[in-house]
């Protein structure tokens, strides 16, 4: 009986390592890049030297160092009525104080309960976090009371940027390819490492005939593309220079082709621009008539000319636009462990961009939402790298993914949505939108249609490992884009944001 017994279990354990090896996913790699055994990763660059771009430095101080913890200014408690001139005094009050040798002033801590909020609380200086104790309902609740379509928190400096007479040179690479860091100028002797900079790619005519956005199918409002309102602009900063030769920290998102145009680089400032500026755990809520009221909160977080700022552990509930907005003067901000839920307003154009992004070098990870249209989205000429990692949506009414007008680098990394990414030629939607993107990777992502197409010309567009079903999107006979094993389980790296991240912190700390 107990050998019988012994060779029962020996079947069992036999017949289940076989079982487990049969079921076991074979794991698989993209051709277009190698993960080494030391954490470091080898791109593969096509025909013309493009690679997938590296998106690993963004987000607060492009992820190098960690969101800071500030001590605590000025303690506040619910009161009776409307708590929005006491926040704003607090806020005031605490800009009034020099800032830190870092930036920093202080922490505005707000306690458990209920803070109804009748207009728009604004910050507007350095260094000055608002903080709550839970983005739950039995944490600190702000509420957008009343109406009026508004943000509830605006997070705004001034300015612009501004070139530095007498620096630009010209880029004298005849093709500068997408993912490079590093390139050849006229004359390099005005700059030095440490210098910020724009990498300047202006716009063309014969570029802009060449990807057919002079040919859109017109219906009323419909523009055509013209060339001076797609000059490019990308932050950047210099880390070496050898002779002639500069390196940039992040990486060319977009090709720079002679063909179309002379690429320059050239000094800025940006005078006024915020820094060093969060919202940590804190429940948003906008109080509304029925489903479809547009007369109430708008956004929950918004902001605008601000470089290292960040959004964490916040919940915004029943707002029309968003819970998260960075606008064109947002740069490396962080919003992360973050919700966007039940959205109240019409089902239609510029509502419910549940986390929006206009602006360059930004993260977006951990985040969900529910009853968004354009969960994850960025308008219009949005100059990465940005990322969106380990994202989800549920109940979503339209697509994720690039929305209008040549976005440039953007990873979409492991989002689940029940609904579509799509990165495609959108045509004459709105004014005429056209093409969406490029240099937009899909990595490892869940959904349930994509349509990834391929511009005519200035790059690619990817879907690798995508799971969900290939369409071919909304006008015919358009570039397939770069799709690898679709459907296929199991890939090496799970995620590309989290592999480029570990190779860039190696290279940092070898």
């Not at 702000?142 to 007479?165: D, F, Y």
């Amino acid at each position: 009986m107990k050998h019988k017994f012994t060779w029962t279990v020996l079947a069992l354990l036999t017949s289940t390592v076989l079982f487990s090896f049969i079921k076991a996913p074979i794991s698989w790699k993209s051709k277009f890049l190698d993960l080494n055994k030391d954490g470091t990763i080898t791109y593969h660059p096509d025909e013309q030297g493009n690679i997938i771009p590296d998106f690993s430095l963004v987000g607060y101080h492009h992820g190098l160092i960690p969101i800071p913890k500030l001590k605590i200014f000025k303690t506040l408690k619910p009161i009776n009525g409307d708590a929005g001139t006491m926040i704003q005094q607090a806020i005031d009050e605490l800009s009034a104080l020099p800032a830190d040798k870092n930036g920093h002033r202080g922490t505005i801590l707000l306690t458990k309960g209920t803070y109804p909020i009748a207009g728009t609380i604004h910050i507007k200086s350095d260094g000055i976090v608002l903080k709550g104790e839970g983005n739950t309902a039995n944490g600190t609740k702000l509420i957008a009371t009343g109406k009026g379509s508004r943000s509830l928190l605006q997070i705004m400096g001034t300015g612009q940027v501004t070139e530095i007479p007498r620096t630009r040179v010209n880029i004298t690479d005849q093709y500068l390819p997408t993912g490079a860091k590093s390139f050849k100028v006229n004359d390099a002797k005005g700059f030095k490492m440490g210098d910020k900079i724009i990498l300047f790619r202006p716009g063309s005519s014969n570029w802009i005939k060449d990807i057919q956005m002079d040919q859109i199918i017109s219906r009323q409002g419909t523009k055509q593309w013209q060339a001076e309102d797609y000059n490019l602009s990308y932050e950047r900063e210099i880390t070496k220079i050898i002779g002639n030769t500069v390196f940039i920290d992040n990486p060319v998102v977009m090709a720079i082709d002679q063909k179309y145009s002379t690429g320059a680089i050239y000094k800025y400032s940006y005078k006024g621009r915020l820094k060093e500026v969060g919202v940590e755990n804190i429940l948003f809520e906008s109080e509304y008539a029925n489903d479809i009221d547009e007369d109430h909160g708008n956004i929950a977080i918004d902001f605008d000319h601000i470089e290292n700022g960040w959004a964490t552990n916040i919940t915004a509930r029943f707002f029309i636009y968003a819970a998260v907005s960075l606008n064109t003067g947002a740069k490396n901000i962080t919003v992360k462990d973050s919700k966007c839920l039940d959205a109240k307003s019409i089902i239609t154009g510029g509502r419910r961009y549940s986390f929006n992004n206009n602006g360059q070098q930004n993260l977006f990870m951990n985040l969900e939402t529910t009853e968004g249209r354009h969960d994850y989205v960025t308008g219009a000429k949005t100059a990465g790298p940005n990322v969106f990692y380990n994202c989800k949506s549920r109940n979503t009414h339209a697509d994720i993914g690039p929305h209008h007008r040549w976005a440039t680098g953007t990873l979409y990394d492991n989002i689940d949505t029940d609904g579509q990414i799509n990165v495609q030629d959108r045509g004459n939607w709105g004014s005429g939108h056209g093409w969406a993107g490029v240099t937009q990777v899909i990595w490892n992502c869940k959904v349930e249609s994509a349509a990834i197409q391929n511009p005519w010309a200035s790059g690619k567009n990817y879907a690798i490992g995508l799971k969900g079903k290939k369409v071919s999107g909304r006008l015919p006979g358009k570039p397939d884009g770069e799709w690898e094993a679709q459907d296929q389980q199991n890939l090496q790296p799970p995620s590309l944001f989290l592999a480029q991240l570990k190779a860039a912190h190696l290279k940092v700390t070898n």
